[in-house]
């Protein structure tokens, strides 16, 4: 069974910045795709970052410029850099792993964008 834990969600002051961090464990072999997405409340979720087994990444056009998703030293970590944050940044933010056919999911880690 493949598990992920996030960290790092908090409340911020518009302009500031957070760091996520995610975690995959169990019987996953090799790199696997990860991503971030975000879901707001009354909204559908919506994909944040991704970031491949060979490291390329893709960003959501809401956050292009101003969220890194890059990968730890350990397998299957992954980080979200959050910079210039934005009220409308407000979510839960999921991280996510692709394997084995599969997309498994975090519980999610709050984020507040509030002055």
């Known amino acids: 069974q493949v598990q992920l834990v996030e960290s790092g969600g908090g409340e911020v002051q518009p302009g500031g910045s957070l760091r996520l961090s995610c975690a995959a464990s169990?019987?996953?072999?090799?790199?696997?795709?990860m991503g971030w997405s975000r879901q707001a409340p009354g909204k559908q979720r919506e994909l944040v970052a991704t970031i491949l087994g060979d490291d390329k990444t893709t960003y959501g056009d809401s956050v292009k410029g101003r969220f890194t998703i890059s990968r730890g030293n350990a397998k299957n970590t992954v980080y979200l850099q959050m910079n210039s944050l934005k009220p409308e940044d407000t979510a839960v933010y999921y991280c996510s792993i692709h394997y084995g056919g599969l997309q498994f999911w975090g519980q999610g880690t709050q984020v507040t964008v509030s002055s």
């Open positions: 169990g019987s996953i072999f090799g790199i696997k795709p």
